[in-house]
C-alpha cells in the first residue's frame, strides 16, 4: 500500500473534515435544542400540541433521511424556497434527527416520578419553574446517552450531504478514489477518521453524564435539606 495519495491530498482531506464536523455539530447543537419545546409541549401542553408533536415523531422516523435530503434540494425549489447545499443538507439531518430527539427526550421526562410534579403543582410551584428546578434536572441524565447514540449516527449520516455536492469527508474521499485508483488507502484513512470522531463524542458524552449526575445529586441534596 502506498500512501503518499494521502499525505499529497491532505489539504483537500481536512477541508472534507472541518464541514463533516461543521455538519456535526449544527446537528448535535440544534436538533436537542429544537426538539425539547417539541418534547415539552408533548408532555406538559394542551391535547393538540401532543398529538402534533406525535404525528411530527411518527413521520420523522418513517420517513428516510435521504428523502427528506432530496425534497430540501429538489423540491423546495419547485415551491419557490432556494438553499445552498450546505443549508438543504443541514436542514434535512437536523429535521431528521429532531423526530429522534423528541422521543428520547419525552422517555427522560417521562422518568420524573409523577408524584413530584403532583407536588409541585399542589404546592403553587409555576409550571416554568417546576420544568427548570425540578422535571429537567432529572430527565436530561435519562435523555442524554440516547442522545449521544443518536448524534454518532447522525456524524454518519453527513456522509449524505455528499449527495448534493456538499464536500464533506465522504464525498472528498470518493473523489480521490476516482482521481487516483488507490481506494483502500483512502477508504482506511475514512474510516480512521470517523473512528476518531466518533471517539471523540464518546469521551464527550462520557463528561456530559458525569457533569449531569454531579448536579443531580447536588440538586437532589439540597431537596433534602430543603424537606
Known amino acids: 500500500m502506498d500512501f503518499t495519495v ?3 491530498a491532505a489539504p483537500l482531506i481536512a477541508k472534507g473534515i472541518g464541514m463533516t ?5 449544527c446537528v448535535g447543537t440544534l436538533a436537542p435544542l429544537l426538539a ?19 404525528a411530527f415523531t411518527w413521520a420523522m422516523r418513517a420517513v428516510p433521511t435521504l428523502v427528506l435530503l432530496f425534497f430540501a434540494y429538489f423540491g ?5 424556497i432556494y438553499l445552498s447545499p450546505t443549508l438543504s443538507a443541514l436542514g434535512a439531518l437536523i429535521v431528521s434527527a429532531m423526530g429522534y430527539n423528541v422521543e428520547f427526550l ?7 416520578p409523577a408524584a413530584q410534579i403532583e407536588t409541585c403543582r399542589a404546592l403553587g410551584m409555576g409550571q416554568g419553574k417546576m420544568i427548570r428546578r425540578i422535571v429537567l434536572p432529572q430527565a436530561l441524565p435519562v435523555a442524554v446517552p440516547p442522545l449521544f ?5 447522525n456524524l454518519k449520516g453527513t456522509s449524505l450531504a455528499g449527495l448534493v455536492a456538499v464536500p464533506e469527508l465522504t464525498s472528498i474521499i470518493s473523489g480521490l478514489i476516482s482521481e487516483t485508483y488507490r481506494p483502500i488507502e483512502l477508504l482506511l484513512v475514512a474510516g480512521a477518521i470517523y473512528l476518531c470522531l466518533n471517539s471523540v463524542l464518546i469521551w464527550l458524552q462520557a463528561r456530559v ?6 448536579r443531580w445529586r447536588a440538586a437532589r441534596a439540597e431537596r433534602r435539606a430543603a424537606a
Open 209 to 214: 453524564e458525569e457533569r449531569l449526575d454531579v
Open 149 to 153: 447514540s443518536n448524534l454518532t449516527l
Open 36 to 54: 425539547l419545546p417539541l418534547a415539552l409541549a408533548r408532555e406538559f401542553g394542551p391535547a393538540w400540541a401532543g398529538r402534533a408533536v406525535s
Open 76 to 80: 423546495l425549489p419547485a415551491l419557490g
Open 21 to 25: 464536523v461543521l455538519l456535526m455539530a
Open 106 to 112: 419525552t422517555s427522560g421526562l417521562r422518568a420524573v
Open 6 to 8: 494521502v499525505w499529497t
